[in-house]
């Protein structure tokens, strides 16, 4: 089973910068992705940011230049590097990924607990 535990939200004005983290644990034979989703009250989730096997990264054209995603590979942790916050990036942040796990049949999902920013205006 693949764990994965976040930290680094809160609430910061709009202008300012938060970092969130993700540490994935357990015994995991593979990543395929890390990376963020959030999801605002009545909204879906949606893609913040991802890292891919192989290095490559995408992003969501409203965090574009503003977010970075970046990943420390010997720690099997993922950080969303967040400047310019504006209101709308209000919500909670979940951490995803792709993992095949130890006692997986598969490549699957796996999600964090969600971590709540707020960006006061």
């Known amino acids: 089973q693949v764990q994965l535990v976040e930290s680094g939200g809160g609430l910061v004005r709009a202008g300012g910068s938060l970092r969130l983290s993700c540490a994935a644990s357990g015994r995991i034979l593979s990543i395929t992705t890390m990376g963020w989703f959030r999801q605002a009250p009545g909204k879906l989730r949606e893609l913040v940011a991802r890292?891919?096997?192989?290095?490559?990264?995408n992003y969501a054209d409203a965090v574009m230049g503003r977010f970075t995603i970046s990943r420390d590979n010997a720690e099997n942790t993922v950080y969303l590097q967040m400047n310019s916050l504006k209101p709308e990036d209000t919500a909670v942040y979940y951490c995803?990924?792709?993992?095949?796990?130890?006692?997986?049949?598969?490549?699957?999902?796996?999600w964090g607990q969600g971590t709540q920013v707020t960006v006061s205006s």
């Open positions: 890292w891919r096997s192989g290095g490559s990264t």
């Open positions: 995803h990924g792709l993992f095949f796990g130890y006692t997986d049949i598969a490549t699957r999902d796996y």
